[in-house]
């Protein structure tokens, strides 16, 4: 098992990362208010997505993720916690180190560029240039417990997809 953390540009991200993850048993934590547009609803149902409730303690959705880990599988999550606002990174909640400490899997950081003009690119009958990039991974027995242990975890989650990032991505983790 493992999970995939990874910044988090636009409503693409999960797509990109679900197609051209390394690995065929991807399952992505999905904010459930995404749910209320249909084409990203049938997209992510059917790929088996995981609907969770932001800023919630959606014990359901964590059993859920925590059920796919126990199986051997991927389960992809934005630390963030949403798109980011700024096209750089935002600051993390803790949710992805609790996983990785119940679930026992690693973190694999991911970084995602050029997400934020793939749209535009299409509409103009253009190919998008987009990269995913995985990083090394931080071992689930590295992450100490209680909440400062996995405050700890993600800021060395965070400063590790920040620095596969350019600049400009990089946000409250630049610098």
């Not at 990362?17 to 999905?30: E, G």
């Amino acid at each position: 098992p493992c999970i995939l953390a990874f910044n988090h540009l636009g409503y693409l991200d999960g797509a990109l990362l679900y197609a051209l993850a390394p690995r065929p048993d991807v399952t992505a934590v999905v904010a459930s208010m995404v749910g209320d547009k249909p084409l990203e609803r049938i997209g992510v149902t059917m790929a088996g997505g995981i609907w969770i409730a932001r800023g919630a303690s959606d014990r359901a959705a964590l059993e859920t993720a925590l059920a796919v880990l126990a199986a051997g599988r991927a389960v992809a999550i934005a630390p963030e916690g949403r798109i980011s606002t700024t096209g750089g990174l935002q600051p993390a909640q803790p949710g992805t180190a609790f996983l990785a400490v119940r679930g026992e899997a690693p973190i694999v950081p991911v970084a995602i560029t050029g997400i934020e003009g793939a749209w535009a690119d299409l509409r103009r009958f253009r190919r998008p240039t987009m990269t995913l990039t995985f990083g090394e991974s931080i071992p689930y027995e590295s992450i100490a417990l209680g909440k400062a242990g996995r405050t700890a975890a993600m800021e060395t989650l965070m400063a590790r997809i920040a620095t596969m990032l350019p600049e400009r991505y990089r946000g409250v983790y630049g610098g």
